[in-house]
Antibody, heavy 117, light 107 residues
Framework: EVQLVQSGAEVKKPGESLKISCQASGYSFTTYWIGWVRQMPGKGLEWMGI????????RYSPSFQGQVTISADKSISTAYLQLSSLKASDTAMYYC??????????WGQGTLVTVSS | DIQMTQSPSSLSASVGDRVTITCRAS??????LNWYQQKPGKAPKLLIYAASTLQSGVPSRFSGSGSGTDFSLTISSLQPEDCASYYC?????????FGQGTKVEIK
């Protein structure tokens, strides 16, 4: 079974940094893309970026370029989303998903990030 | 970026009704259009990819159509478990933008 398991919920203070993980299993990690999607409270889905773990080719949405860093560790089949200089507006659910790359399936369970002083 | 516009933003329909959600792209995306279903508190789930291909395991009451800039998702006979938000996504070019979503409720 293809599965993506994300790290647990986080509570951070403004200005702190955070790295969310997404561990893949049930398929060849290096032959599919992994994407990241943000969902702010009560809002829609926002495409943040994708990475191809096979060669670390990474694409970012201009809306998130420079604000986040996407990486992957092939040795442990895990992708990461790093958020730095956190603000209250970074409070959101963050999802990883396997990309074909023409669609996302399946998705991780989501990681809730709360930024509050 | 390619802008994706869904309509309506929300709808309320009765069990058994035929429901259609539309999605319009700001430029042609050929057939690179996907539909996702998201139930409250859950991760999105792929329903349809490449505009009209039903993902394995998805009930046949869901169907998709369209090409170019105009697309639609149809639920032929609305069921209580279809209460969810639905999102279109273009995968023609990065960033692979989503529509703003359509919330479907049961009357």
């Amino acid at each position: 079974e293809v599965q993506l398991v994300q790290s647990g919920a986080e509570v951070k203070k403004p200005g702190e940094s955070l790295k969310i993980s997404c561990q893949a299993s049930g398929y060849s990690f290096t032959t599919y893309w992994i994407g990241w999607v943000r969902q702010m409270p009560g809002k829609g889905l926002e495409w943040m970026g994708i990475i191809y773990p096979g060669d670390s080719d990474t694409r970012y949405s201009p809306s998130f370029q420079g604000q986040v860093t996407i990486s992957a560790d092939k040795s442990i089949s895990t992708a990461y989303l790093q958020l730095s200089s956190l603000k209250a507006s970074d409070t959101a659910m963050y999802y990883c998903a396997r990309g074909t790359p023409n669609y996302f399936d399946p998705w991780g369970q989501g990681t809730l990030v709360t930024v509050s002083s | 970026d390619i802008q994706m516009t869904q309509s309506p933003s929300s709808l309320s329909a009765s069990v058994g009704d035929r429901v259609t959600i539309t999605c319009r792209a700001s430029q042609t995306i050929s057939g690179y259009l996907n539909w996702y279903q998201q139930k409250p508190g859950k991760a999105p789930k792929l329903l349809i990819y490449a505009a009209s291909t039903l993902q394995s395991g998805v009930p046949s009451r869901f169907s998709g159509s369209g090409s170019g800039t105009d697309f639609s998702l149809t639920i032929s006979s609305l069921q209580p478990e279809d209460c969810a938000s639905y999102y279109c996504q273009q995968s023609y070019s990065t960033p692979q933008t989503f529509g703003q979503g359509t919330k479907v409720e049961i009357k």
